[in-house]
């Protein structure tokens, strides 16, 4: 492909301190596209999504929106770019009600897009059915849709989202992961992480494998689900 991607991670080093958790990643998305990272526990998935969403800031090495540097650029300011940050565990506002938890997610306009209100709530009736109910008292699946949905009303092109399906049962997985292809059959770019990569891989057109800090494996998502490797290592099996 010769056209410029959505987002590109090019040549990324990021470190904690002296720990050098990305060695030099190269990542792609394209307009339109589901991109899955992979990998075992501490491979460097989540550094790569903070890195991309603004939580981070790289050693070395570019990140690209449409083709302009946005490395350096803090997460609430990228929103205004129109990337939308799912985060580990959530965060929802647990003392606001699943409402104004999702107008807080409108924060970049002068006020929520009552449409985007509507469309949240036809993507995910739960949340409608709970509108009243304080963030803290939802389930983990509530809140991970809650999540997501705050997203959504920041207008994204392109979703974030890091491990949607950690610590949720195998059922609302699969809802969720039916909402995420929903939400990109309408449209949004999406670059998730996740353990699950079953799941991940099922829904992506792309993967990555990261082991240590590096990509060990890029391909179309059927063919790593394919793979005997990413069968063995990632999907339980050999
Ligand atoms: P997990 O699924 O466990 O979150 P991951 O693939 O997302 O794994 P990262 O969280 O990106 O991995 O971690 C990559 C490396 O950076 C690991 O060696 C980890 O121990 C280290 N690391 C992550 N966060 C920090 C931190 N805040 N301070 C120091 N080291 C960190």
């Given at each position: 492909r010769t056209d410029t991607p959505m987002l590109e991670l090019r040549d990324l080093r990021v470190f904690y301190g002296a720990i050098e958790a990305l060695k030099g990643i190269n990542v792609k998305v394209y307009e339109g596209e589901v991109v899955a990272l992979l990998g075992a526990n501490g491979a460097g998935k989540s550094t790569t999504l903070r890195t991309a969403s603004g939580m981070l800031s790289p050693r070395d090495g570019q990140v690209l929106f449409h083709g302009e540097r946005i490395d350096g650029i803090k997460s609430h300011d990228l929103v205004r770019f129109g990337i939308g940050h799912v985060p580990e565990g959530r965060?929802?506002?647990?003392?606001?009600?699943v409402r104004e938890n999702l107008e807080m997610g409108?924060?970049?306009?002068?006020a929520p897009d009552p449409d985007d209100m509507d469309r949240v709530f036809t993507l995910f009736p739960r949340l409608s059915e709970r509108?009243?109910?304080?963030?803290?008292?939802?389930?983990g699946g509530e809140q991970q849709m809650l999540a997501i949905g705050r997203a959504l009303m920041g207008k994204p092109e392109l979703l974030l989202l890091d491990?949607?399906?950690?610590?949720?049962?195998p059922l609302i997985v699969r809802q969720i992961f039916d909402i995420l292809e929903e939400i990109n059959k309408q449209g949004t770019t999406v670059l998730l992480v996740e353990q699950n990569a079953s799941q991940a891989l099922q829904l992506a057109d792309r993967g990555y494998v990261l082991e240590t800090g590096s990509v060990a494996m890029a391909d179309e998502a059927s063919a790593l689900l394919a793979d005997p490797r990413v069968r063995a290592a990632y999907l339980g099996e050999g």
């Open positions: 965060r929802v506002f647990p003392r606001m009600t409108a924060y970049r306009f002068k509108r009243t109910q304080l963030g803290g008292t939802l389930s491990e949607p399906s950690m610590g949720l049962a």
